[in-house]
């Protein structure tokens, strides 16, 4: 059971991720269908003789075979589109997070709240504890409160980073001199793990992403003790 877990997709945390696995489920029944389908046309052909080896066209198949390709595409473009409109749109964001890629860490500004920054590097292994997870775990966890709109700010000092959190649904482009723009909402508290995913370098490996889901009360609490 754990070994099938591990090749599936992350719990989601954020409405955006619910959506993406429901897309992923969506078109996995579809490729089953004409998979099955297909599969079954040709061992049909295997199996029966050829009696249709004279017939030199059928314009009706032909139209059947055109139009429901078509049909199919649809099915699967139109949840696509709808998925890539909500990754997009801004929906009132209340608070605002800069994250920016460095060789080889991140660094955030918290812009609302006093001007928070601070940086995070990787725990090196001898200074982590036994309950904390190998080369993911950082000095300095990303504080969000959940059940808040928020938008997410990526630049880089350096060279091209992705900020990523597979189970948020959630993964930005940092560029030099460029700030691209996400949306991110947590639907419960926990710990949530991300690494870099564009090779940055050498230590691209070694840049990972902890986000710490609180609710808003201990998360103003957290604002001003900074």
Known sequence: MNSWMSKTMQDAVSPIMEQLIMFHDHGMMIIMMITIMVGYMMLSL??????????????????????????????????????????????????????????????????????????????????????????????????????????????SSDVIHSWTVPSAGIKIDASPGRINQGNLMMNRPGLYYGQCSEICGANHSFMPIVMESINIKSFMTWTKNQ
Do not use: C
Request: overall charge neutral.
């Open 46 to 155: 295997m199996v029966k003789k050829n009696t249709s080896r004279l017939i030199l066209e059928n314009q009706p198949i032909e139209f059947i075979w055109t139009i429901l390709p078509a049909i199919t595409l649809v099915f699967i473009a139109m949840p696509s589109l709808r998925i890539l409109y909500l990754i997009e749109e801004s929906m009132k964001p209340l608070i605002t997070i800069k994250i920016i890629g460095h060789q080889w860490y991140w660094s955030y500004e918290y812009s609302d709240f006093n001007n928070i920054e601070f940086e995070s590097y990787m725990k090196p292994t001898k200074s982590s504890n036994p309950m904390e997870f190998r080369l993911l775990d950082v000095d300095n966890r990303m504080v969000i409160p959940y059940n808040i709109m928020m938008r997410i700010l990526t630049s």
